[in-house]
């Protein structure tokens, strides 16, 4: 009999416990608490997005300026892997950010088919990666925080001054890490895709940012993504 009473005790204990961890993830959750680092701000070469097999659609607002746009800022963690989709209760809502839409298309243009506004893209970003800072960052603070961020790297800047254009020329990953690190004091990331023809291409450039998002920072852990060749195209747009 006390054998069962103290079963029933183990029992209720435990069910007590399992309760209590169950309301703490909810209240971890609910409170936003933070579940990352730092964030990954990764802009994108158009000319590089649109010479590959999948080619690309120019967004309804005509052709982006040859610059580098926004991909997306990323929550990451420091062993390397992240948070995603943190909140499906927070879907897009263009209405938050209109007063940053200009901003957007000219900043952080689509190329994706079919033609479209951009708005899939931004949605896709904030669902995925935003709403997983919104410990940070609210919708608009979010968005805010990309542009502000992209503007103070003037990475394409960076390269002229080095010499290194998008002209369908070739240079070497140090040449193109180099230029980037001279010209805005961090060094990026540098993921590779390939041309129509297998050229090993620059695509993406990978940069770190602060847990609040609001500085730079010296990378703790690379992406992965794809190596780059040994000579690096830096295609027109
Ligand atoms: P991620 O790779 O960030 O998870 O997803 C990017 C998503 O956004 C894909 O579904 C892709 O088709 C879409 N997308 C729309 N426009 C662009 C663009 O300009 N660049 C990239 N990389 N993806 C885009
Ligand atoms: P891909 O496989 O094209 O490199 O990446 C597909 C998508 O997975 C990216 O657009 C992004 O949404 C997500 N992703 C890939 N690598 C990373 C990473 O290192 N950190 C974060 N936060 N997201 C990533």
């Given at each position: 009999?006390?054998?069962?009473?103290?079963?029933?005790?183990?029992?209720?204990?435990l069910?007590?416990?399992l309760?209590?961890?169950?309301?703490?993830?909810?209240?971890?959750?609910?409170?936003?608490?933070?579940?990352?680092?730092?964030?990954?701000?990764?802009?994108?070469?158009?000319?590089?997005y649109?010479?590959?097999?999948?080619?690309?659609?120019?967004?309804?607002?005509?052709?982006?300026a040859?610059?580098?746009g926004?991909?997306?800022?990323?929550?990451?963690?420091?062993?390397?892997?992240?948070?995603?989709?943190?909140?499906?209760?927070?879907e897009?809502?263009?209405?938050?950010?209109?007063?940053?839409?200009?901003?957007?298309r000219?900043?952080?243009?689509?190329?994706?088919?079919p033609a479209?506004?951009g708005?899939?893209?931004?949605?896709?970003?904030?669902?995925?990666?935003?709403?997983?800072?919104?410990?940070?960052?609210?919708?608009?603070?979010y968005?805010?925080?990309?542009?502000?961020?992209?503007a103070?790297?003037?990475?394409?800047?960076a390269?002229?001054?080095?010499?290194?254009h998008?002209d369908?020329?070739y240079?070497?990953?140090?040449?193109v890490?180099d230029?980037?690190?001279?010209?805005?004091?961090?060094?990026?990331?540098?993921?590779?895709?390939?041309?129509?023809?297998?050229?090993s291409?620059l695509?993406?450039?990978?940069?770190?940012?602060?847990?609040?998002?609001?500085?730079?920072i010296?990378?703790?852990?690379?992406?992965g993504?794809?190596?780059?060749?040994a000579r690096?195209?830096?295609?027109?747009?």
């Amino acid at each position: 009999m006390a054998a069962m009473a103290a079963r029933a005790s183990q029992l209720i204990t435990l069910g007590a416990v399992l309760v209590l961890a169950l309301a703490l993830a909810e209240v971890d959750r609910c409170s936003g608490a933070q579940d990352y680092d730092f964030f990954f701000l990764v802009l994108q070469w158009p000319g590089s997005y649109c010479d590959t097999r999948q080619s690309c659609c120019y967004p309804r607002s005509g052709k982006p300026a040859a610059d580098f746009g926004i991909h997306g800022l990323w929550p990451n963690r420091d062993d390397g892997s992240y948070p995603q989709n943190c909140n499906p209760d927070r879907e897009f809502d263009s209405s938050k950010v209109s007063d940053l839409l200009g901003s957007l298309r000219a900043q952080w243009p689509t190329l994706a088919c079919p033609a479209n506004d951009g708005l899939r893209f931004w949605a896709h970003e904030w669902e995925k990666h935003g709403t997983c800072a919104e410990d940070v960052f609210n919708e608009h603070g979010y968005f805010q925080a990309a542009l502000r961020l992209r503007a103070q790297l003037r990475v394409l800047g960076a390269l002229r001054d080095a010499g290194v254009h998008p002209d369908g020329g070739y240079y070497s990953l140090a040449q193109v890490k180099d230029a980037i690190q001279r010209g805005t004091g961090f060094e990026p990331f540098v993921d590779c895709n390939r041309d129509e023809s297998g050229n090993s291409q620059l695509y993406q450039l990978y940069f770190c940012v602060d847990a609040a998002g609001s500085r730079f920072i010296d990378c703790p852990v690379s992406p992965g993504g794809r190596p780059c060749g040994a000579r690096i195209e830096f295609p027109a747009f």
